[in-house]
């Protein structure tokens, strides 16, 4: 897939802003995949950073998205960034200030502390069918030692969560993903 301006120009935005924990590409696409099938209901990013994860969701067109940041200097970069994409919301403060905008048909969970702790609450913010992405996450097989003798809890919660059905997907050699859809039954 070839990078749309608007993510090549929030990569330079991220560059200028020394923010180096950015969407990468390969998980941009699956997020270009997933929105175009999420169209008819807002989109959630929890972890706007410099907005490359934004970016990739608006690439597709579609509708309304809301990226929540809890660091203002980021979210301020972001909205000066997107000033011109009416459809993109940016949002300062915690995730769980953005949930009221859904139901979601997509939600990129991108910040820690939502992959943590929020599973019940971002679950219930999805429409029925609708998809969760949660980034950034290590093969087993890259662990450090110290690591393998500890659950690991975001793969427990999200993978054995009772409203959802998913799976790791990697995307990288030494990066995965998990994605989720919502299942009727919650």
Do not use: N
């Amino acid at each position: 897939m070839q990078i749309p301006k608007l993510v090549k120009d929030a990569k330079q935005a991220a560059a200028r802003l020394q923010f180096h924990r950015s969407c990468l590409d390969e998980v941009g696409e699956l997020l270009a995949l997933l929105v175009g099938h999420s169209s008819s209901f807002p989109v959630l990013e929890v972890g706007t950073g410099a907005g490359v994860g934004t970016a990739w969701l608006a690439s597709q067109g579609g509708g309304p998205i809301y990226t929540v940041e809890i660091d203002e200097d980021l979210a301020e970069a972001a909205r000066t960034l997107f000033a011109t994409e009416p459809q993109i919301t940016v949002i300062t403060g915690d995730w769980a200030s953005a949930l009221s905008f859904g139901p979601f048909g997509l939600v990129f969970a991108d910040a820690k502390s939502a992959k943590r702790e929020g599973a019940d609450q971002l679950v219930g913010a999805l429409q029925p069918g609708g998809w969760i992405v949660l980034d950034d996450l290590t093969p087993m097989e890259y662990w450090p030692e110290e690591w393998r003798a500890k659950p690991d809890l975001v793969r427990e919660t999200w993978l054995q969560h009772p409203g959802l059905m998913g799976m790791e997907i990697r995307t990288s050699a030494r990066v995965s993903v998990i994605v989720a859809r919502r299942t009727w039954a919650v």
